[in-house]
């Protein structure tokens, strides 16, 4: 039959959300993923064995064993009735009769549960098959209800959640081999700084390798623009001609928001008509962060201005555009795993920095990580970021009534590992 043009343009774009689950691995489910049948979808046996009727075992024992005919076998994949019908044709007594039946396979009508066969005795010599059993079976032992694993209507994949290899496991059960998937937001990157065009200032650029690699960690499209001399009119130019594009869900700079002579970001986002949605955030390290929306010839654009100073940059990365990158594909806010500091700081501000977690309950405070944001020492043994409010006036009370912090993985898609050997 012919598609109507609105479920052939339904297609389509589904099409465009829609990924092979191979390909979709590392990518955020756009829409739950729902389950359209119940797995099992009939009863199924959990053994080899035989199918029989429970209740005519309660007085079995190896005195009193019960002697069953073996009608035939269920093998998985065979319908049992269809084998019933080619051994017998009348009723069958299911009371002194049962099935042979291999793990997977589905439970014959009249049978309620599944002697393992080593827990049977072959017994040739009666007429035709036969099986002796000893020792009394439970009501429905080794017999898997129909949807007893998944259910019609669960959801297998969260809208917002990382499709994981693991996730192919279920998938595959309930037969679904494409996920819809949220639109990789596509990030540009920006560094800027005469001391990084020249190399006279024998500073290197790090922010913009980091914050490039850190976009695509979170599996999105990253592209590094380029290192921007501190010239208006090169930054003004850069800027409007990446808003106008319309390539770009989110632009970044690092550098020039302060209050320096060579601090241009402000000004030209002025000039070109930006609206600024906040410049300085009560926040160390990153006060100066500078958030706008560019407006360009098809829309507006997300534009976070970093501060210089990689520590800041990077911290204002992980908590400021970290969760506006969730947001865009629908993700939640991440959840921190709390942990409590073995020297508690008392801060009047909300505080980043990287540290080295001990464990779960106690890690040591790396001082240097939130005090000094122009080093990047901290990072060669830190495994992850901490979050602290001011005075910890909202902070969760833990179980011993001691403040707890909030730690986030350092790379965004991470876990947070521990090492073994306490780190200062
Ligand atoms: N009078 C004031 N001075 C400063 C203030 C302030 O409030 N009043 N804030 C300080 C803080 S806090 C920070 S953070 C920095 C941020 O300044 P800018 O964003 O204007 O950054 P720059 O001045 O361009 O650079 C600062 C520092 O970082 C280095 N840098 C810059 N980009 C990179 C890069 N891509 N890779 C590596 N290093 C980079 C740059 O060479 C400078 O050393 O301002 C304080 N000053
Ligand atoms: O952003 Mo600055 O410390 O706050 O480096």
Redesign the pocket.
């Known amino acids: 039959m012919v598609l109507s043009y609105a479920e052939g343009l339904a297609k389509v774009l589904r099409t465009a959300h829609e990924s092979q689950t191979q390909d979709a691995l590392g990518r955020v489910a756009g829409k739950d993923v729902i389950s359209p049948k119940s797995i099992p979808k009939y009863d199924t046996s959990a053994m080899d064995g035989y199918a029989i009727c429970s209740e005519v075992t309660k007085n079995a024992s190896p005195q009193t064993p019960v002697l069953l005919g073996v009608l035939g076998t269920i093998a998985a994949g065979d319908d049992p009735e269809e084998v019933i019908k080619q051994v017998r044709t009348d009723a069958v007594d299911t009371t002194n009769h049962c099935l042979e039946i291999m793990t997977g396979a589905i439970f014959p009508d009249g049978y309620d549960a599944c002697v393992k066969i080593e827990d049977t005795v072959p017994e040739n010599e009666h007429k035709g098959r036969s099986i002796l059993i000893m020792k009394p079976v439970s009501w429905r032992a080794n017999r898997r209800s129909v949807g007893c694993d998944i259910l019609e209507g669960d959801v297998i994949i969260p809208q917002g959640k990382v499709v994981e290899s693991s996730h192919i496991l279920p998938l595959a059960s309930v037969g679904i081999d494409s996920v819809p998937i949220a639109r990789r937001p596509h990030v540009g990157v920006w560094?800027?700084?005469k001391?990084?065009v020249n190399g006279r200032?024998a500073?290197?650029?790090?922010?913009?390798p980091y914050l490039t690699a850190a976009v695509k960690e979170m599996g999105l499209h990253a592209d590094f623009l380029g290192?921007l001399a501190d010239d208006p009119s090169a930054l003004r130019d850069a800027l409007q001609n990446a808003a106008d594009s319309a390539d770009f869900d989110v632009l970044i700079t690092?550098?020039?928001?302060?209050?320096?002579k060579?601090?241009h970001i402000r000004g030209v986002l002025g000039q070109i008509g930006a609206e600024i949605i906040f410049h300085g955030l009560g926040v160390r390290?990153?006060?100066?962060v500078l958030f706008a929306l560019v407006p360009g010839a098809r829309g507006k654009t997300a534009f976070f201005?970093?501060?210089?100073?990689?520590g800041?940059?990077s911290a204002c990365f992980r908590f400021l555009i970290v969760p506006y990158l969730r947001a865009l594909q629908g993700q939640p806010v991440a959840q921190p795993m709390l942990a409590r500091l073995v020297r508690q700081p008392t801060t009047t501000k909300t505080k980043h920095g990287c540290h080295a977690m001990q464990d779960t309950d106690c890690f040591r405070h790396g001082v240097l990580s939130i005090t000094a944001?122009?080093k990047l020492g901290p990072f060669i043994t830190a495994n992850c970021w901490i979050h602290l409010r001011p005075h910890h006036s909202n902070a969760p009370a833990s179980p011993t009534g001691a403040d707890l912090v909030e730690c986030y993985p350092l790379s965004p898609m991470g876990t947070i590992r521990f090492a073994t050997t306490v780190l200062n």
């Open positions: 560094s800027t700084g001391e990084m200032g500073t290197r650029d790090t922010n913009g290192v690092s550098g020039a928001v302060s209050k320096g060579f601090d390290p990153g006060h100066p201005g970093l501060p210089g100073n990689p800041a940059s944001t122009a």
